[in-house]
């Protein structure tokens, strides 16, 4: 089955600063990879999202990157804020008729005052 | 629309027991699925279904059982809890896009 890897497990960036969270799947089929946000105690947000026929996106502050030949995306924030603070997810699926998405471990972004 | 809602928020169980975890979307989504998020662990699947009728195990699927009379509800049973459950469930729904949107949780104790 699918496996999602993410890394760092923490990241700790200075305010204005930009932060980079790496992400590799085993599945080449895969070809959905949706990000969420989870707040303290608050449930996971889907912030951004790419398909495996764009190689980049962006919104705002924030973008994603796909290497479907490494088999590996990563989320970029830029001008990193406090409020960007957070647990971020990355997830894997592909999207014939089970839509499962498969989550990587999780990274703690710090943004420093 | 509520979006995807759960109940109960909190609940505290002796090794064991039974009980139910409520899931309920109005966003006539085809997609639902259950996680439970462990420190450190990241988001695990649990169980899932395509449609009413139709579901499938996830990632981590002891111990645990699904249903899926209606488009709308998706309940997740314990038969018979173990400490090892202790964590907080969340309820996803997704509309065939990909992305799917997640309930409040349920943080459950064991005992």
């Known amino acids: 089955g699918e496996n999602v890897e993410q890394h760092p497990s923490t990241l700790s960036v200075q305010e204005g600063d930009s932060a980079v969270i790496k992400c590799t799947y085993s599945?080449?089929?895969?070809?959905?990879f949706p990000w969420y946000k989870q707040e303290l105690g608050k449930r996971p947000q889907l912030i951004i999202d790419?398909?495996?026929?764009?190689g980049e996106k962006k919104d705002q502050r924030i973008a994603v990157t796909l290497n479907k030949t490494a088999k590996h995306f990563s989320l970029h924030i830029t001008e990193t804020q406090p409020e960007d603070s957070a647990v971020y997810f990355c997830a894997a699926s592909w999207m014939d008729s089970s839509y499962k998405l498969i989550f990587g471990s999780g990274t703690r972004l710090l943004v420093r005052p | 629309n509520a979006g995807v809602t759960q109940t109960p928020k909190f609940q505290v169980l002796k090794t064991g027991q039974s009980m139910t975890l409520q899931c309920a979307q109005d966003m006539n989504h085809e997609y639902m699925s259950w996680y439970r998020q462990d420190p450190g662990m990241g988001l695990r699947l649990i169980h899932y279904?395509?449609?009413?009728?139709?579901?499938d195990q996830g990632e981590v699927p002891n111990g645990y059982n699904v249903s899926r009379s209606t488009t709308e509800d998706f309940p997740l049973r314990l038969l018979s809890a173990a400490p090892s459950q202790t964590s907080v469930y969340f309820c996803a729904s997704g509309g065939g896009q990909g992305f799917q949107f997640f309930g409040p949780g349920t943080r459950l104790t064991v005992l």
């Open positions: 790419i398909r495996s026929n764009v």
């Open positions: 599945d080449s089929a895969s070809n959905y």
């Open positions: 279904s395509v449609g009413a009728g139709i579901t």
